[in-house]
């Protein structure tokens, strides 16, 4: 297992949207799962894999083979708190 690398600073807002609006949010980011996006969010009968990013922020190469790995799922990369609500289907 790898060390848990920080979670992004806009998380925690992120996070607090989300559960704002009613989703169910888990934090997987401190699962230290090389590669495996920050958090699950489940919002009216959907699950969605969110990577949170800062706005200069990149995928890392094991975030890529991941993603890559999970096709067929949805994997959002957000920014923002607005994108993670888009992704969500909240907004």
Known sequence: MRRHARPDANQGEIVQALLK???SVLDLHAAGIKGAPDLLA???GQDVLIEIKTQEGRLEPEQCAWHDAWRGHQVAVVRTVDEALQAIGAL
Do not use: F, M, P, R
């Open 21 to 23: 609006v009613g989703a």
């Open 42 to 44: 489940g919002y009216h």
